[in-house]
């Protein structure tokens, strides 16, 4: 069974541009959710989605966006890209909501210059 | 509120030595816990799980970890580290809270480990 993927792998933008990354979930998981992980912070969660509904959002400003397609592939949205939002981005897939086994993609590096 | 604390940021040891990263949690019900590991630049892999049964889990690539619920720690072991085991390895608990800030998976801050020949 494949894996989650993500895509781009790389991007490259300026200041105030917006971003859309790519999740699609290992077959068959319903529930998606996004981090985001920086030398300084860490590993922070951004939001869940499960059956094309955000379920759970973290402390992240309204430029953070997402949503889920029908068939649970997921993408996240970033407007008016800051130097601070330079991160990897991580995206993992779980059969259902709860403390299910959450597996990772290989991420989408966003570097914001 | 609940939390991962893994005390020690960066560990070095010997290639063939054993390995323990250490792992306390602060959660009210009983947790299901993970360990992930993290190579450069990559996503994050599951190493193990524990969700309930025996305490001490297998998972893969030789590690193992044991669950202790009076202490709240749930530490990762090794009896011999190769080269290739240098990495960041990640605790987290998951957490039955919906529609909560912290999402189902909280992470430790994770313990870097290098590797000496």
């Known amino acids: 069974k494949a894996g989650v993927t993500q895509t781009p792998r790389y991007l490259i933008k300026t200041r105030g541009q917006q971003v859309t990354l790519s999740c699609s979930p290992i077959?068959?998981?319903?529930?998606v959710s996004w981090y985001q992980q920086t030398p300084g912070q860490g590993l922070q969660f951004l939001f869940e989605?499960?059956?094309?509904?955000?379920?759970n959002k973290g402390n992240f400003p309204g430029r953070f966006s997402g949503r889920q397609f029908s068939n649970s592939r997921s993408e996240m949205n970033v407007s008016t890209l800051e130097l601070g939002d330079s991160a990897l981005y991580l995206c993992?897939?779980?059969?259902?909501?709860?403390?299910?086994?959450?597996?990772f993609g290989p991420g989408t590096r966003l570097t914001v210059l | 509120a609940q939390s991962v604390t893994q005390p020690d940021i960066h560990i070095t040891v010997s290639e063939g030595a054993s390995l323990e990263l250490r792992c306390n949690y602060s959660?009210?019900?009983?947790?299901?816990l993970f360990w992930y590991v993290q190579s450069p630049g990559q996503g994050l892999q599951l190493l193990l799980k524990?969700?309930?049964?025996?305490?001490l889990v297998q998972g893969i690539k030789g590690f193992e970890a044991e669950f202790k619920r009076s202490q709240s720690s749930f530490n990762l072991r090794k009896p011999s580290v190769h080269w290739s085991d240098a990495a960041e390895y990640f605790c987290?608990?998951?957490?039955?809270?919906?529609?909560?800030?912290?999402?189902?998976?909280?992470f430790g801050k994770g313990t870097k480990l290098s590797v000496k020949p």
């Open positions: 993992a897939s779980s059969l259902s909501r709860g403390a299910d086994t959450q597996y």
């Open positions: 077959s068959g998981h319903r529930s």
């Open positions: 989605y499960f059956s094309e509904t955000q379920r």
């Open positions: 959660y009210g019900a009983t947790p299901y």
């Open positions: 524990y969700f309930s049964g025996d305490t």
């Open positions: 987290a608990v998951g957490a039955f809270i919906y529609g909560g800030s912290q999402g189902n998976l909280i």
